[in-house]
C-alpha cells in the first residue's frame, strides 16, 4: 500500500503533505530530523491518511495536495477538528 500524509508539528502547526510506502518509518524519519524540509518542526504528528494500492495513484493525490487549492482546502475542511 502507498499512503498520502499529512502531518502537523506540534511546534509550529505547519502542515507538511507527503507520501510513503511504510507510514511508520516515514514518521520516525522525520521526527528524527532526517529531514530538511522538516526538521524545524520536530515533533510531527499524523493528523490524516489516504491510502492507495498504486504507487501513481498516491503520486498523483500528493501533487493535488502540495498545490494550493480546492483539494486542500476540502481536506483541511474535513479534519478541521484534528488541526491545533
Known amino acids: 500500500m502507498h499512503h498520502v500524509y499529512i502531518i502537523q508539528s506540534e511546534a509550529t502547526n505547519e502542515l507538511y503533505y507527503g507520501q510513503t510506502s511504510d507510514m511508520k518509518q516515514r514518521l ?3 521526527n528524527s530530523g532526517n529531514n530538511r524540509s522538516t526538521k524545524s518542526g520536530i515533533p510531527w504528528k499524523l493528523i490524516y491518511c ?13 501533487a493535488k495536495l502540495k498545490q494550493y487549492g480546492n483539494s486542500r482546502t476540502y481536506v483541511k475542511k474535513r479534519i478541521e477538528n484534528s488541526l491545533l
Open 50 to 62: 489516504e491510502s492507495y494500492r498504486v504507487k501513481a495513484d498516491a503520486t498523483a493525490r500528493e
Open 28 to 30: 520516525e524519519s522525520h
